[in-house]
């Protein structure tokens, strides 16, 4: 079993940053990839970003291109989500996820991703 545990939401304006930091205990984390998906009220589940076991490899939708980035620190068992120029529709729960597997992250395989945590909401007012 993998726990995971989001912190670092919270109430910003537009045009502020925020990050975002997913702690993960239980197996070793670099076996894992990660992701941050996201969901906002009313609203379906959405991917936004994944990273590859090492970090070599990053995926992202293409609404927070250029401006969120995702990393990892292994050493840390920690996934980071830095969100930059942040806009109202960007107002969700973040949940970060773990999955063995890169394509099953970045495909919204959601059913069949592994892990989950629970979440953390950010509220980006206009």
């Known amino acids: 079993q993998v726990q995971l545990v989001e912190s670092g939401g919270g109430l910003v304006q537009a045009g502020d940053s925020l990050k975002l930091s997913c702690a993960a205990s239980g197996r070793t984390f670099s076996d894992y990839c990660m992701g941050w998906f996201r969901q906002a009220p009313g609203k379906e589940r959405e991917f936004v970003a994944a990273?590859?076991?090492?970090?070599?490899?990053?995926y992202y939708v293409d609404s927070t291109k250029g401006r969120f980035t995702i990393s990892r620190d292994n050493a840390k068992s920690t996934v980071y989500l830095q969100m930059n120029s942040l806009k109202a529709e960007d107002t969700a729960v973040y949940s970060c996820?773990?999955?063995?597997?890169?394509?099953?992250?970045?495909?919204?395989?959601?059913?069949?991703?592994?892990?989950w945590g629970k979440g953390t909401l950010v509220t980006v007012s206009s």
């Open positions: 990273i590859s076991r090492f970090g070599g490899s990053t």
């Open positions: 996820a773990a999955d063995t597997s890169f394509n099953t992250l970045v495909q919204k395989n959601y059913g069949a991703i592994k892990y």
